[in-house]
């Protein structure tokens, strides 16, 4: 069983970075695509990005492309999401989320596992 612990989060100024990591534990860390979400709230869980298991071939959300930055270290055992030029919007709780040999897809319910989130506030 695969799992997933998120840090990183906090409260942070607009403009400024944060990076967001996800350490997995319980599976074969190379064999995933990983992907990471977000929901605010009143709002419904938002893709924000994702990588695939292999090849390196990555998408992201138009609302992020150019900002963030998914990113893994595989004798880490840990994902990464790279957040630059941070907006108010893009205040949330950040997840992640891990699928086995998976094709890139932005839909969360095709993710089985899950981490428990963390908080990213961006202030004005």
């Known amino acids: 069983q695969v799992q997933l612990v998120e840090s990183g989060g906090g409260s942070v100024q607009a403009g400024d970075s944060l990076r967001l990591s996800c350490a997995a534990s319980?599976?074969?860390?190379?064999?995933?695509?990983w992907a990471w979400f977000r929901q605010a709230p009143g709002k419904e869980r938002e893709f924000i990005a994702a990588l695939k298991w292999y090849a390196g071939m990555t998408d992201y959300a138009d609302s992020v492309k150019g900002r963030f930055t998914i990113s893994r270290d595989n004798a880490k055992n840990t994902v990464y999401l790279q957040m630059n030029s941070l907006k108010v919007e893009d205040t949330a709780v950040y997840f992640c989320?891990?699928?086995?040999?998976?094709?890139?897809?932005?839909?969360?319910?095709?993710?089985?596992?899950w981490g428990q989130g963390t908080q990213v506030t961006v202030s004005s």
């Open positions: 989320a891990g699928q086995y040999r998976s094709l890139v897809r932005r839909d969360a319910g095709w993710y089985n596992y």
């Open positions: 319980g599976g074969t860390f190379s064999s995933y695509t």
